[in-house]
C-alpha cells in the first residue's frame, strides 16, 4: 500500500480517513502544525518513509490574521520559505504543494479591490518559482479544484465554526479524488505519440470535399471549438508530446491546409511526421511506430470515426485509443482530458521542448544514413554525421531527465531498471555509486542528454548496474564510445574488472548481444535469463570509431 503523508494548517481529520481506506496515511498529532516537519526534518515521519506528501493550505487559515497587503505579503513570503525546507527535508519524497484560495468574505467597497485575490497571488504567482528551485515539489491546483466546484459547495461555514474544518463533506470527497489523480498521474509512465485523425477531427467536415478553405475552422461557432482543440494540441507539443498524422486523404490536400488555411493554428512544423494515404489505418500506424523508431505501446490515437478507433484497437492493442466526444463542443476538455489521462508530467525538460525538432531531424540523418550505405559503409555514414560526445557525472540538475529516461526507455535498455525519484536519489547519494549522463550532439541539431550509466564500485571491481540510451540515437555506435570512454576513467581510478548485465525483457532485444561485441566473457546466466559478463581492464582503449569529452 502507497504511504502518503497529509500535512495542512487546518483540521483535515476526514479526508484522511478517507484515503486511509487506499493508503497508508501519515497524519501528525493535531492540526495546523505542518510547519515543524519543515523547520526541521522529524524521526516519526522519516521513519515511515512517505512516497508522497501533500501540503494542503488553506488560505483563510493562512492569511486571516492580516490586516494589509504588507503583512499578507510578509506571511506568505515565510510559508512559502516553509514549504521550500519541508521539500528539502524529505528530499526522496514527492511534495504535492497546494495553491491557495480565499472565499470573498472582508467587508470592502468593490472600487477597493478583492484584498482576497491580491492575498491569492502572492502566493499562487510565487508557487511555481518554488517549484523550480526544489526538483521534487509539484503542484497541486487546490484554488482551481474549489473554482471548478463551485466554492459555496466546497466549504462549510458550520464544520469550520465546529471544528476548524473549512471544507464540506462534498469539498473532502472532490480533494480525496483529486489526491488520488494526482498520485496516479505521478507515477504514471507518460506516452510519447498522440496519433491524429484530420477530417472531423482536427477540423469539421472532408477535407476532398470541402476544399482547404471550405472546412468548419475558424474563431466563431463550432469552428472556434476544433480552433480551441488546436490550440491545447500545440500546447501539448509544446510541452514535449510528439504530434503525427494518420489520415485518408491526399497528401497534396492535406499540405495544401497546413500551408494556405490561415484558421489553422497547427502548423506542418508542429508534426513530427504526417501519413497521408489511403491504407488501413493500422497498418499505418505500424508503419509510423517503425519511422519513429518507438514502441506502438508509446502511441495515443485520437480519431472521430467509432470504426476506426475498434480498428486500431483490435489490430494493436498496445495502442491506447482515446475516446471522440459526441458533442463537438467538448472536444477541447477531451484533449485536455488526454493530456492529462496519457501524457501528463508535473515538469517539461530542455529536451521535451524541442522534441519534435529532433525528431524532424532524426528524418533527416536517415535519409543521409540510407545514402551512405548505398555508396559506402556505416562508418562512412557514422563519420559524417561529425557527433559530439560529453560524460559527465550526472548533476542535479539533470535529475528529471535522467529519471524520465529511465522510466521510458525500453529498447535499448540492458537491465531494464526503473527509478522513482526517491529511489534514483538514494542510488546516487550513495558513496560507491557513479551515475554517467552523456549528451550527444552531431550536425542536425544536439539530441541533448541521450544515455545513462550507472556503475557500484566495490574495491578494485566495478558493476553496471543499469545502462541505457534513447532509441533515437540507436546505430551509431555512441554506446561504443561510452563504454570505452568509462572503461578508461574506471581504469584510471584503479578499477581492474567490469561486470556488465543483461537482463532480458520483451522489447530489449536490441541490446542482447551488446557486452558480446564490445570484447566482455561470459561469466554466467540466472534463472530468470540474466547473463551476467565480465570484463578485466588492462589500460586505456582507443578503439572506438567516435571520441568522448568528459566534462
Known sequence: ????????NVNLDILIQKLKKDYDVFAPEGYGQWFKYALQ???????FGPQTIFLLMDGFALLENCTTDEEAQKETSAALSNAERLAENYPESIVFVSTIHIR????????DGIRENRWCSLWNEQLPVV??????????????????????????????????????????????????????????????????????TLWGGVLGEEGA??????????????????KHIREMKEMGV?????????????????????????????????????????????????????????????????????????????????????????????????????????????????????????????????????????????????????????????????????????????????????????FRSAGNHHVYAVNASDRYGDNGLILVAMVTVDGDAAEIENFLMSCRVMGRKIEDAVIEAIENR???DGIRTL???????AKNKPVEKLWDTLGYKTAGEDGDGTKRYSKLLSGPGNAAILKTEWR
Not at 500500500?1 to 495542512?8: D, E, G, N, T
Not at 459547495?153 to 472532490?174: A, L, Q, T
Open 242 to 426: 510528439l504530434l503525427a498524422v494518420v489520415s485518408k486523404n491526399n497528401e497534396g490536400d492535406v499540405m495544401e491546409i497546413f500551408e494556405r488555411n490561415p484558421q489553422m493554428v497547427l502548423k506542418r512544423e508542429d508534426f513530427a511526421a504526417i501519413l497521408a494515404s489511403w491504407d488501413p489505418k493500422p497498418e499505418s500506424i505500424r508503419k509510423l511506430s517503425g519511422q519513429l523508431n518507438l514502441g506502438l505501446d508509446s502511441f495515443v490515437f485520437l480519431d472521430d470515426n467509432p470504426v476506426e478507433r475498434e480498428a486500431v484497437k483490435i489490430a494493436l492493442p498496445m495502442v491506447s485509443v482515446a475516446e471522440f466526444p459526441k458533442d463537438v463542443a467538448n472536444l477541447p476538455e477531451t484533449i485536455r482530458g488526454i493530456y492529462l489521462r496519457y501524457f501528463y508530467r508535473s515538469s517539461t525538460t530542455a529536451e521535451d521542448k524541442v522534441k519534435t525538432g529532433q525528431y524532424q531531424a532524426e528524418a533527416a540523418r536517415q535519409r543521409e544514413k540510407d545514402r551512405a550505405e548505398s555508396a559506402g559503409t556505416l562508418e562512412d555514414f557514422i563519420r559524417s554525421l561529425e557527433i559530439k560526445i560529453t560524460i559527465n557525472e550526472a548533476t542535479d540538475g539533470q535529475t528529471d531527465r535522467i529519471i524520465q529516461l529511465t522510466n521510458k526507455t525500453n529498447q535499448f535498455n540492458t537491465c531494464t531498471v526503473r527509478f522513482d525519484r526517491q529511489s534514483y536519489l538514494a
Open 1 to 8: 500500500m502507497q504511504k502518503i503523508a497529509i500535512l495542512s
Open 213 to 230: 478553405q471550405g472546412v468548419t475552422l475558424g474563431s466563431s461557432l463550432m469552428g472556434a471549438a476544433y480552433r480551441d482543440a488546436q
Open 499 to 505: 561486470r556488465a548485465r543483461y537482463v532480458p525483457t
Open 131 to 200: 517549484s523550480k528551485n526544489r526538483g521534487n515539489i509539484n503542484l497541486f491546483n487546490l484554488a482551481a479544484l474549489i473554482g471548478e466546484t463551485g466554492a459555496g459547495g466546497f466549504y462549510s461555514d458550520r464544520m469550520w465554526y465546529m471544528g476548524s474544518i473549512p471544507y464540506s463533506v462534498k469539498g473532502m470527497g472532490e480533494l480525496a479524488r483529486a489526491i488520488d489523480e494526482a498520485i496516479l498521474r505521478s507515477r504514471q509512465t507518460p506516452k510519447k505519440v498522440l496519433v491524429l485523425d484530420l477530417d472531423n
Open 104 to 111: 470573498h468574505c472582508s467587508v470592502a467597497p468593490e472600487n
Open 41 to 47: 526534518k522529524d524521526a516519526s515521519l522519516l521513519e
Open 490 to 492: 574506471l581504469y584510471e
